[in-house]
């Protein structure tokens, strides 16, 4: 007999982006070590993106219960519609390039939605699952955040009734970068922290997705934390041809700060410098990229040589990876982002396609790219090897002997990450 568990997650097809990915997977192959999932979400949710064709891999056999949210984005979009989109996906604008509307839903999301705008879910949630859960014999529950508010559900659902209660968080809480953006009073930041304390020291076992954020975690608790990070699944995907440009693509947010200028300079002079990469080069940006980036990049980089695509479903990204020369990750300098492994760095790594990353030092992606051999890190100061090794990469191209050379990927399988899963369960 399969044991039962409850996983209580906001993000669930159509939403798109990376944050649905992991649970969706998860759920997909817990039933091959006999775990039987009950997936608990928002019955109107209101996702700041969309992707239905990941509607198709919901597996049959899994259980869904839904309950309603009230959602404050949705009030939020009668100030303005673009403002509340761009917040809630978290693309927060500079400061002094704020509007008045967008500091304001930022200071109220900030003191008035602790920890988060999706707080009003808990209660009702609580109620309906306590019995669901006992009705049902489930003996474990699982929370994921963010949003972080899911947690309160475990932590009241475990004072309630006792089930084992599992908290995943795919980032950390009160050290995640737009956490310090939310114009917080004192009252409010210590609210959050005394939050993170009660979830960190009541759930029975805790999930990270790296190994900083467990270095940090088990400086604020004793309870046993384990790292399962994202990672890749096999899909059957049409034969892709690699561009005929030097492409180098980007998948997913640009934020305002994950915008190394070094990077773009770099570009900027291997452009002026050699007339046949001018010809050859593209940089080509997948997904939501703010206005302060993009007006940083056409400092240095010709829009000719630009190619602005916009969001594309998972499935469209998957073959961007593996048509594209290079692909490019990037990251915030500074210490709060070294913890951050984006879940696209594990379907980069199976593209087949050379990774370029640029990020903070003793970050955890750097450490996964070079142990799997599957591209070059970089600093945000190395702007001469930086520019060195595109070169290098753009002779290779030239050449035809551009190519990735990956090892040990299997352990960063969705069906692998899935058994240490089901172990912890």
Known sequence: ???????????????????????LKFVKYLPEYGIHPTVYIPENPSYPLLDTSLIDEIPENVTIIKQPIKEPYKLAELLSRQSSKTISSGVIPKKKKQSFVQRLMLYVRGNYFIPDARKAWVTPSVSFLSEYIQRENIKTVITTGPPHSLHLIGLQLKAMIGTQWIADFRDPWTTIGYHKKLKLSVNAAEKHK??????????????????????????????????ITNGYDNYQLPK???????????IGSLLSERNPRVLWNVLGELIKEHQNFRQDFVLRL?????????????????KENIDLVGYVS???????????????????????TKAIIPGKLFEYMVAGTPIISVGPKDSDVERIIKSTNTGRYFYYEEHSELKEHLFLR????????????????????????????????
Request: proline share 4%.
């Open 194 to 227: 005394l939050m993170e304390k009660q979830v960190l020291t009541s759930a029975d076992k805790i999930i990270v997705t790296s190994e900083n954020t467990k270095k940090e975690f088990e400086t604020k608790t004793k309870q046993p934390i384990t790292v």
């Open 394 to 425: 753009f002779q290779d191209f030239k050449n035809s002997t551009l190519a990735s050379f990956p090892i040990g990927l299997q352990q960063y399988g969705r069906k692998a990450l899935t058994k240490k899963l089901a172990d912890l369960i």
């Open 1 to 23: 007999m399969q044991k039962k568990v409850l996983i209580i997650t906001y993000y669930w097809p159509p939403a798109g982006g990376p944050g649905v990915q992991r649970w």
């Open 286 to 302: 997948i997904g939501v990229v703010s206005d302060d980036v993009l007006n940083e990049i056409y400092q240095f980089i010709p």
């Open 240 to 250: 892709v041809t690699k561009d005929t440009k030097f492409s180098l693509a980007h």
């Open 314 to 336: 998972h499935k469209e990204a998957l073959i961007y990876q593996r048509q594209s020369q290079l692909l490019l990750l990037i990251e915030i300098d500074s210490e709060d």
